[in-house]
């Protein structure tokens, strides 16, 4: 790699982390461009070189964060005996999302009220919503074929686990106060996968830690 390149990559990673620090900050609406360059210490004509909007911008920070998730999601899963223990294990990885839900899940609803309004940018936000429902179907097939999981339709069992996940979510951030999300997140797959589970896999079924 040599130093423009270098340079180039420094300067992308740059306005990231200030559009990240930024959006957390003062909200997608109010982060204006101007403000992301001021905090990343570049001109407009650099940020418009390397993004066509603060939308696009603001997808690559949702990419990179899902990305993070996904890896989490793989290695919980890697390494479970069955299906239904490697979802547990998933949901377990995955709690701190809950946790963090106050101070990122805001800034995602407000930019998809905006992104609602602009369908390229809309089907940009959705696919991560899709994505996942095609890869926990894809994760039911496997335990109904490992005979773990009863014979159900597996992609309305991974729609109804894919909206769990959205509206406790979205609960944490009406109400962050009201409950530990994170517990009745776990406690939430726990049940749907004690419908989901045959009755050789339940009776090794994992146990709920105390709250």
């Excluded at 210490?41 to 993004?51: E, I, L, T």
């Excluded at 890896?71 to 294990?89: C, S």
Aim: charged letters at 25%; proline letters at 4%; glycine letters at 6%.
């Amino acid at each position: 790699m040599n130093l423009r390149q270098s340079r180039a990559e420094e300067t992308h990673t740059s306005l990231l982390e200030a559009a990240a620090e930024c959006f957390a900050q003062h909200g997608y609406d109010a982060a204006s461009v101007a403000e992301i360059c001021r905090c990343a210490g570049v001109s407009k004509g650099a940020f418009y070189h390397h993004f066509s909007s603060k939308q696009a911008l603001f997808l690559e920070l949702l990419d990179a964060w899902l990305a993070k998730l996904d890896t989490q999601l793989d290695a919980a899963r890697l390494g479970a005996p069955t299906i239904p223990e490697g979802i547990r294990r998933m949901v377990e990885t995955a709690r701190p999302v809950f946790e963090m839900s106050d101070a990122y899940f805001p800034i995602f609803l407000e930019f998809l009220t905006r992104a609602s309004r602009e369908p390229a940018v809309w089907r940009a936000t959705i696919e991560p919503y899709r994505r996942y429902s095609a890869f926990f179907t894809r994760l039911i097939e496997a335990g109904i074929e490992e005979g773990s999981l009863r014979r159900v339709d597996a992609e309305m069992a991974a729609q109804v686990l894919v909206s769990l996940a959205v509206g406790l979510l979205l609960q944490g951030l009406l109400d962050p106060e009201g409950t530990e999300w994170g517990q009745v997140a776990l406690e939430g797959v726990q049940m749907l996968l004690e419908g989901l589970e045959t009755e050789g896999e339940q009776s090794t079924s994992w146990s709920l830690p105390n709250r």
